[in-house]
T-cell receptor, first 111, second 115 residues
């Protein structure tokens, strides 16, 4: 599959904004996703963006997509301790919901 | 309760043994997937299935076997376990006709240790 890259770790203070970045290589991706994994659990879809969009906002979450640079970011406003988790970006291509996941970014929220 | 369940949640085995990880979903989703999660690699697709009796290889299928005789079950078998197969395994399902965004629904994972 195509490579999807993320930084491994991010630490922010409670109340600050977090920005998690992702680069992907498949320009034909249909959807791009952010999944959240809490300790000891499976992944849950946090948000997604269709490839013809530049931005999507959903409450505290803002997703930015730069197709030219193949760059996806997730901004979490007013980060809370409950946001501490691993965040995976993913892209889908073709059919069958086959997703390629990034390596995951562990977000640590400190008081 | 409806959902996707995996068993066992934790398994320790020895090199060379056969191990089967079970996955059951109650949504009647057509697609099911097996991923493995390893530090530094994220999630990698092992096998997937589009429907009963239809399976296909993913990115890292070597050493694994799957079957899908019923829509709701998708077992993953390690025929002769190796230490490199120590990992956390996630089963997932999706329902493309009703969820065109391709969302995957994940089980809680099965942590396998091969000694």
């Amino acid at each position: 599959g195509e490579d999807v890259e993320q930084s491994l770790f991010l630490s922010v203070r409670e109340g600050d904004s977090s920005v998690i970045n992702c680069t992907y290589t498949d320009s034909s991706s249909t959807y791009l996703y952010w999944y959240k994994q809490e300790p000891g659990a499976g992944l849950q879809l946090l948000t997604y963006i269709f490839s013809n969009m530049d931005m999507k906002q959903d409450q505290r979450l803002t997703v930015l997509l730069n197709k030219k640079d193949k760059h996806l970011s997730l901004r979490i406003a007013d980060t809370q301790t409950g946001d501490s988790a691993i965040y995976f970006c993913a892209e889908s291509y073709g059919t069958a919901s086959k997703l390629t996941f990034g390596t995951g970014t562990r977000l640590q929220v400190t008081l | 309760d409806a959902g996707i369940t995996q068993s066992p949640r934790y398994k320790i085995t020895e090199t060379g043994r056969q191990v089967t990880l079970m996955c059951h979903q109650t949504w009647s989703h057509s697609y099911m997937f097996w991923y493995r999660q390893d530090l530094g690699h994220g999630l990698r697709l092992i096998y997937y299935s589009a429907a009963a009796d239809i399976t296909d290889k993913g990115e890292v299928p070597d050493g694994y076997v799957v079957s899908r005789s019923k829509t709701e079950n998708f077992p993953l078998t390690l025929e002769s376990a190796t230490r490199s197969q120590t990992s956390v395994y996630f089963c997932a399902s999706s329902d493309p006709p009703n969820q065109p965004n391709g969302e995957l629904f994940f089980g809680e994972g099965s942590r396998l240790t091969v000694l």
